[in-house]
C-alpha cells in the first residue's frame, strides 16, 4: 500500500489546456516535494511545500499544500509539450532525514 | 557543477549473482540516498548515507546493502539477485539530512535479472 496516491494515473491533453495532478495521503507530512522524471533520467525538483496552505507559483505551475498538510495539487496552465513527464509527489516526516515517499505517479503526455 | 554520477548505466545479471552500484554525489554533498524504481511500485526507499554511517533503511531484505566513503562516494550491493530485483536504481545527493530536503539524482542503473 502506497502512503501517497496520485491521479490521475494517465493524462494525456493538448496543447494549451490546464491540468491537476492531485496527491493525496492520510498521513501528515512535514515537507511535500514535486519533482518531474522523464525518460532515461533521474526526478527533478520542481518545489517543495512545507506550510499548510501554501501556494507556490513556478511560471505556469501552481502547488498547493493541504491545510492539513496531507495532501498537495499541481496545478499547470495552458501545457506545453515540453511539459511531458512522470510527476511526482513526495513526503518526508520529521526527523527522518531524507526518506522521502514517493506517490503514485501521474504521467503527463501533451499534444502538440 | 557535476551533478550526481552513477555506474553502470545498465547492466544484466542473472539470478543468485550479485551486483555493486556505484554513485559520486555533487561536490559538497555529504548526504546519498538510494531508491528502486519500478513500475509496479514506483519510487521506494532504500537507505540513506551521511559521513559514511547509514542513518535510515527501507524495508529491503538484507540482500540489499550499501556503504558511503571518505570522499561521500557510495556503493549499493544486491547479493543473490531475483528477478524481482529488476528495477531502475537511483541514487540522490544532498547537502545533508533534513537540509531544505532537496535531493539532487542520478539518471540511474538500470538492472536487469535474467
Known amino acids: 500500500t502506497q502512503l501517497l496516491e496520485q491521479s490521475p494515473q494517465f493524462l494525456s491533453i493538448q496543447e494549451g489546456e490546464n491540468l491537476t495532478v492531485y496527491c493525496n495521503s492520510s498521513s501528515v507530512f512535514s515537507s511535500l516535494q514535486w519533482y518531474r522524471q522523464e525518460p532515461g533520467e533521474g526526478p527533478v525538483l520542481l518545489v517543495t511545500?512545507?506550510?499548510?496552505?501554501e501556494v507556490k507559483k513556478l511560471k505556469r505551475l501552481t502547488f498547493q499544500f493541504g491545510d492539513a498538510r496531507k495532501d498537495s495539487s499541481l496545478h499547470i496552465t495552458a501545457a506545453q509539450p515540453g511539459d511531458t513527464g512522470l510527476y511526482l509527489c513526495?513526503?518526508?516526516?520529521?526527523?527522518?532525514?531524507?526518506?522521502?515517499?514517493f506517490g503514485t505517479g501521474t504521467s503527463l503526455t501533451v499534444i502538440p | 557543477k557535476a551533478g550526481v554520477t552513477q555506474t553502470p548505466r545498465y547492466l544484466i545479471k542473472t539470478r543468485g549473482q550479485q551486483v555493486t552500484l556505484s554513485c559520486s554525489p555533487i561536490?559538497?554533498?555529504?548526504?546519498v540516498s538510494w531508491y528502486q524504481q519500478t513500475p509496479g511500485q514506483g519510487l521506494q526507499f532504500l537507505f540513506e548515507y551521511f559521513s559514511e554511517t547509514q542513518r535510515n533503511k527501507g524495508n529491503f531484505p538484507g540482500r540489499f546493502s550499501g556503504r558511503q566513503f571518505s570522499n561521500s562516494r557510495s556503493e549499493m550491493n544486491v547479493s543473490t539477485l531475483e528477478l524481482g530485483d529488476s528495477a531502475l536504481y537511483l541514487c540522490a545527493s544532498s547537502l545533508a539530512p533534513g537540509v531544505a530536503g532537496e535531493l539532487f539524482f542520478g539518471e540511474g542503473s538500470r538492472l536487469t535479472v535474467l
Open positions: 561536490s559538497g554533498h555529504r548526504s
Open positions: 513526495a513526503g518526508t516526516f520529521i526527523n527522518t532525514g531524507n526518506q522521502f515517499y
Open positions: 511545500v512545507v506550510t499548510g496552505g
